[in-house]
């Protein structure tokens, strides 16, 4: 059964920093490219950034360029999101998901269940 679980949201000041993390089980992956998404209310999902799992080759949304950094640890199965200088825009719950590129929702396969980052002014 494969899994994606998220962890590391929760509230923070503007400006401030969190570290998202997202733990995959249940098959091998390396084919596959590892995403970050977000959903605001009311919104749709959008695509934040995303890191081949087996070159580590990265993507961002322009959104987001510059602030967040996506990683991976092959050896946990695990891949990271740092989020920094956070703006109230980026009020958000973000969820992981693995895929096949090009990284739209559509060709998404897995989905983790999503982590709450609130921004406060």
Request: hydrophobic residues 40%; aromatic residues 10%; charged residues 15%.
């Amino acid at each position: 059964q494969v899994q994606l679980v998220e962890s590391g949201g929760g509230l923070v000041q503007a400006g401030g920093s969190l570290r998202l993390s997202c733990a995959a089980s249940g098959r091998t992956f390396s084919s596959l490219a590892m995403a970050w998404f977000r959903q605001a209310p009311g919104k749709e999902r959008e695509f934040v950034a995303a890191i081949n799992w087996s070159s580590g080759n990265t993507d961002y949304a322009d959104s987001v360029k510059g602030r967040f950094t996506i990683s991976r640890d092959n050896a946990k199965n695990a891949v990271y999101l740092q989020l920094n200088s956070l703006k109230p825009e980026d009020t958000a719950v973000y969820v992981c998901g693995a895929g096949l590129r090009p990284l739209v929702a559509s060709n998404i396969l897995y989905w983790g269940q999503g982590t709450q980052v609130t921004v406060s002014s």
